[in-house]
């Protein structure tokens, strides 16, 4: 091996033979940095083909849950309507027309509500929201509605009272209360019919 200069403060050169060895150390460095580069980007691109499919399989998931919750909410409508009538009635009304899934159009025919049932008679109008189980949101969003019959009424001369109802299959303690709190008649499904629940000193809102 070839020796190198020790003379004290000079700098130490290395040999050739250690010059070719760091650069074998170093290409094989680089080899090896270039194959973990490659491994990484394919487990990236595995990974994100992953995520993808993941992504594909819940929205499929969100669809199937929605449709699921609409076929619920289609069945309590069918629940719902052959009594509301029958119960509204033992209650002194008389209504003589029930309609399901009314749309509420503007001036230019653009939809801007929609009831899921609509009780009619000469004086009032009860406008009914059905929801497998409602929610406080539900009872907000429907006080919305009940805003919006009251301007197309008052646009058409419509002098007739406005009521408003939630009715559910499922009708939580909390959501009930809220129902009431807001003026609206609570309707409960029992077994194949329903019941109107009304609390005591409840007074119904009238738009």
Do not use: C
Request: charged share 35%; no cysteine; net charge neutral.
């Amino acid at each position: 091996m070839a020796q190198t200069s020790s003379i004290p403060g000079k700098t130490r050169i290395p040999a050739p033979e250690e010059i070719w060895a760091i650069l074998e150390e170093t290409a094989k460095l680089q080899n090896e940095l270039r194959e973990s580069m490659k491994e990484t980007d394919k487990r990236m691109k595995e990974t994100d083909k992953r995520m993808k499919d993941t992504d594909k399989q819940m929205k499929e998931t969100d669809k199937k849950i929605g449709e699921l919750g609409n076929r619920f909410g289609e069945l309590a409508e069918h629940l719902v309507t052959p009594s509301i009538n029958e119960k509204f009635n033992e209650m002194g009304f008389s209504f003589d027309t029930t309609s399901q899934n009314q749309k509420i159009t503007d001036s230019t025919g653009r939809t801007i509500a929609e009831i899921d049932i609509l009780l009619e008679d000469g004086d009032v109008v009860i406008a009914v929201e059905v929801k497998t189980k409602p929610l406080q949101k539900d009872v907000d969003e429907h006080i919305k509605r009940m805003e919006v019959l009251r301007r197309r009424a008052d646009a058409r001369s419509d002098k007739r009272k406005f009521r408003g109802a939630i009715a559910g299959a499922i009708m939580t303690s909390s959501t009930r209360d809220y129902a009431h709190k807001n003026g609206f008649y609570v309707i409960e499904q029992t077994g194949d019919t329903v019941r109107i629940n009304i609390p005591p000193r409840f007074k119904p809102r009238e738009w």
